[in-house]
């Protein structure tokens, strides 16, 4: 099993930043992706970011020169440092990892329950 918490959610004006962290626990072997997706009240889930094990990262086309994803591998941490935020930001933020664990180094695909950021004056 791996556990995902998240942390760093909150509310905050538009045009400021916050810090989110994505901690992985567990019987892991090996994370080869960790991405942050968020969702917002009536919409489906969307990918934000996403980076590898050796550190290659993408982000949505929304949050592009604005949010920046990176990682700890040897914490099993993931970051999404998100600046000049904007109302439309506001969402639950959500870890996600893909790679393998346990004592058969099986795959997984695991989600934490999200935090909520809220940018609003």
């Known amino acids: 099993q791996v556990q995902l918490v998240e942390s760093g959610g909150g509310l905050v004006q538009p045009g400021g930043s916050l810090r989110l962290s994505c901690a992985a626990s567990?019987?892991?072997?090996?994370?080869?992706?960790m991405g942050w997706y968020r969702q917002a009240p009536g919409n489906e889930r969307e990918l934000v970011a996403v980076?590898?094990?050796?550190?290659?990262?993408n982000t949505a086309d929304s949050v592009k020169g604005r949010f920046t994803v990176s990682r700890d591998n040897a914490k099993n941490l993931m970051y999404l440092q998100m600046n000049s935020l904007k109302s439309e930001d506001t969402a639950a933020y959500y870890c996600?990892?893909?790679?393998?664990?346990?004592?058969?180094?099986?795959?997984?695909?695991?989600w934490g329950r999200g935090t909520q950021v809220t940018v609003s004056s």
């Open positions: 567990g019987s892991i072997f090996s994370i080869d992706y």
């Open positions: 996600n990892a893909v790679g393998a664990g346990g004592s058969r180094r099986e795959r997984f695909n695991s």
């Open positions: 980076i590898s094990s050796g550190g290659s990262a």
